[in-house]
């Protein structure tokens, strides 16, 4: 653990993702909340029910905890946010409701953050943000964080949340912001249904076969909170393999025969470039749907 960060608040911290990071902080010595629209299933550590489209709510919720004695709150001085709470995908609600409720609930999040002098800031951003569902194929692959072309509001709203981040940061020199670009989330509970996405290649071509387990997901999310870094930066976190049995080059091969190749490719490598988060986190994934110990819990 970093000893300068000791306490951690998390929003979302009932979804996929967030069940994950909470247990993963936990057991890495942090003091976790959890801020979430939804009751946890598993209560694993103190929790409120909030709005984060209402800023009162919001810097209520990041400042406050509940003791356990007769409901009582009590100021709590937080070192980081983990900003997971949003409207998690594309089409789950209009158009409008998703983009302006990620837009301000992202926006709720970092201004309350610097008003109470919270420095440090890791939010979830989305493998949406590099063009999916590549209706138009990808420029290249691996692709990876110089690419933004958003094709959605929900992509929309990430975009512009990562843009977001940089200007509190240039207000706020002294903070850190940073998204990671996240695939999509695999608890093992998932990986049976991966023997269907053999029947066509087609079916995945939405995000270039790309995946993150939650566990990884969790340890990516650590490692932000504990980089040494300052402002806004994005990352793309992915696991290192494709959710196909099938060997990467001839899912190109057969979906996007014309998309140029930025690098040689292992068997199964990931399209979804995670060599930055390598390089300057230390993210390295520990957990694949190939390895049957990673089918458990």
Not at 33 to 59: H, R, W, Y
Not at 109 to 121: D, H, Q, S, T
Not at 235 to 254: C, K, Q
Request: aromatic content about 10%; charged content about 25%; some cysteine.
């Amino acid at each position: 653990m970093n000893n300068r960060i000791k306490k951690v608040v998390v929003t979302g911290g009932s979804g996929k993702a967030g069940r994950a990071c909470l247990q993963d902080l936990i057991a890495h010595g942090y003091q976790v909340f959890n801020v979430d629209s939804v009751v946890p299933a598993n209560d694993v550590c103190p929790f409120i029910v909030a709005d984060l489209s209402n800023f009162g709510q919001t810097l209520d919720a990041l400042s406050s905890v509940d003791t356990g004695v007769y409901g009582k709150a009590a100021l709590q001085a937080f070192d980081a946010i983990v900003h997971l709470a949003a409207i998690p995908a594309p089409r789950r609600f209009t158009d409008p409701v998703t983009f302006s409720n990620n837009m301000l609930s992202t926006y709720n999040v970092f201004e309350a953050a610097r008003r109470l002098g919270i420095k440090n800031i890791v939010w979830a951003s989305s493998e949406t943000v590099l063009g999916l569902p590549f209706e138009t194929p990808p420029p290249y692959v691996p692709v990876d964080e110089e690419c933004a072309r958003p094709e959605s509001a929900y992509s929309l709203s990430k975009l512009l949340g990562e843009e977001m981040a940089k200007q509190f940061c240039r207000w706020e020199p002294d903070m850190k912001i940073i998204g990671l670009r996240f695939s999509n989330v695999m608890e093992p509970r998932d990986y049976a249904a991966f023997a269907d996405f053999e029947k066509d290649p087609h079916g995945r071509k939405w995000n270039l076969w790309g995946y993150i387990d939650a566990r990884d997901a969790a340890q990516a999310i650590r490692r932000a909170l504990e980089a040494p870094i300052k402002g806004a930066d994005v990352f793309v976190i992915a696991n290192s393999d494709t959710v196909m049995s099938r060997p990467t080059s001839e899912l190109l091969a057969e979906v996007f025969p014309n998309v140029s190749l930025k690098k040689q490719l292992g068997p199964n490598e990931t399209l979804l470039s995670i060599e930055k988060a390598k390089r300057v986190l230390g993210y390295e994934p520990q957990h694949s749907w190939r390895d049957p110990a990673s089918r458990s819990d």
